[in-house]
């Protein structure tokens, strides 16, 4: 039986790993994901894990590591934030066309500069277009079944594809919330052993990561964009079949209180608690506002957003992350594409908060709330805002 | 001694293995020097061997898709990163063995790079590599600087050379650095098995590349490469180059085993430099001042390696 406990979401994600009975783990430490590698080193020298773990000498050789250890047929896992993402970067584009389904659990932290090592979405938005399938944990629950998810769905030879499940660096890394654990015997039931396709073995040669001609390139990068598009299907299997052995459902996005909403505030990841707090007051005073969250990034669910949002008059959409000199945030622009000319779309506006560990609060996002409300009859001047920062 | 040497059986001229591993008709210049070397490196690992490849000369002219040159397992990730994979497969075949999951067959894991791969951009990841001491080669196949972008100078790029990055006019005489030794890098990790090979003593090189592979732990071969496109010599030049730059003392052949470092030739008369900087285009405006600097150093390194071989 499954039991609930009081535990660390970094342990949470670390327990799933052994769960898993990943073969390799190569890591290198970087600030808010130090806890998970540092607990599945421990679970290696007690030997409740068969695992091989790689001390690397740096992000980019980690990544590169758990190529060729995907490469060979292993069970492959990592995790990073921020800088350490960011020096994987190379790296990070390669396992998706090659087919290698290695898990990474990236503890979101903000990015230099200034360096500040507390928690935004900068880190995985800069790294949006790797072609990883991509989902976003918002408690310690989610963090530790959406691991489990991530190797059945990445080694689904339908898929083959490598997958990052996004946890807030310390708002959930460093946090202890209640979670239920699986037993050994309910993972065995919903994740069957690593079966590769392909693997490098002399008896069956094969050449992977030859050079792409343009006769072939665009085709290759077709072929990847068609299987990242194509694993949704088993994403939500996935779901489905964790949901019938657990009970746990999810869904690509997660409503709350939005069936009869004006008003939906969008959000991923950890704030999204915070909203259900802030839709909750704001109900209670009569405001017909609501939440959708969006839990998985890529491949992006369009028509399941669209589904989720429709009878909304504006959506209030919430960004952690602030590229320079662009038109909105990463989600906001993902979301006015999306609904670009489409008849009866809600309106959309955007507004960045949260950047670099600055608290997003219910008073913010009822700000955000209380902005949109006006801007609905009233444009504002600028595509997107930023809530919260202090004037001068 | 390394116990694994008693499996090892020097390779004859007359019973080389036939079996290729490396299929003709790959795209390299005529002449190539690299490419020789990398196929008699190949039959020296034969075919029970992963091969994981830094982007270069030598991925680009074996793996055109839908073409491949490789008749055994061959991956390539990024440029810098060759180490790093190696460590990743070697690190992966040993726990999945030990979970029952593959056959309990040991397989050679190489990592090959040219020399900016080795020297310069992927310096930290073999570092990292021979650190963790991964059961695995390297081997290094250099030709003394960037020939798949054009010849630029690496930090493997001779003292004097002309590269493309090193130009000669009124203000840049080549190549102002000597060559960075790479496998004292390698032997400062404290591996088994160093040594440095040359194409045209192919036996050698065969020799070098097997004993590296037998030996348990990770192992350093440095292979020079002639260029006769990036250097600019008559392609039918290479081995006479791969010969000459070993009877010049520029380039000794050595082993270094658990330390102890043995000469394979010691070079009693040496020819001089003169002969070796001859008829390469990245040599002819070196001035007599610069000849004999080159002269004097390669001396003085050849003392310092014989030195280092007399150590007991």
Known sequence: MSRRVGIEVSIAVAEAVRLADVDVVAAYPITPQTHIIEHISEL???????????????????????????????RTFTSSSSQGLLLMSEVLFIPGPLRLPIVMVVADRALSAPINIWNDHQDIMSQRDIGWIQT?????????????????????????????????????????????LLTQEEVNQYLPPFKPRYRLDPKRPITMGPVGIPEVYTEAKVAHNEALKASKKVILQGWKEFADLFGRQYHPVETYRSEDADILLVTMGSISETAIGAVDAMRDRGQKVGLARILLWRPFPGPEFRRATRGAKALAVVDRCLPPGATSGPVGTELRSLFYKVPGAPKI?????????????????EEMVDKTMAYIKRRPKELYEVIGAHEK | MISEFEKFKKFKAKTLPEEEFLASGHRACQGCGEVLALRMIMKALGKNVIICMATGCMEIITTPYPQTAWKVPWIHITFENAASVASGIESALKVLRRKGKVPKRHIDIVAIGGDGATSDIGLGWISGALERGHDFTYICLDNEAYMNTGAQRSSCTPYGAMTSTTPIGEKGSGQVTWKKNMPAIAVAHGIPYVATASPAYFLDLMNKVKKAALVKGPTYVHVYA????????????????????????????????????????????????????????????LSEEQVSYIQRRVDAEYEKLIKLSEMK
């Not at chain 1, 030997?47 to 992000?59: H, K, M, R, T, W």
Request: charged letters at 20%; a positive charge.
């Open chain 2, 226 to 285: 002639p260029c006769p496109t990036g250097w600019g010599f008559a392609p039918e030049r290479s081995i006479e180059l791969a010969r000459l730059v070993v009877e010049t003392k520029a380039f000794p052949l050595y082993e270094v085993i658990e330390g102890h470092y043995i000469m394979s030739r010691k070079i009693s008369k040496a020819k001089p430099i003169q002969e070796y900087l001859r008829g390469q285009r990245r040599f002819r405006h």
């Open chain 1, 136 to 180: 976003f944990a918002q408690n310690g629950q989610e963090a530790f079944d959406l691991t489990l998810h991530a190797f059945r769905v990445a080694e689904d030879r339908r898929v083959s594809l490598p997958m990052i499940v996004t946890i807030d660096g310390f708002i959930l890394s460093h946090v202890i919330e209640p979670v239920k």
């Open chain 1, 349 to 365: 506006f955007n507004f960045i908060a949260g950047l670099g560990g600055r608290d997003v609060r219910v008073k913010h996002l």
């Open chain 1, 44 to 74: 290696i020298a007690t030997g409740q894990l068969d695992a091989n773990f790689i001390p690397v000498e740096s992000e980019h050789a980690a990544m590169s590591c758990c190529c060729g250890s995907s490469a060979a047929g292993a």
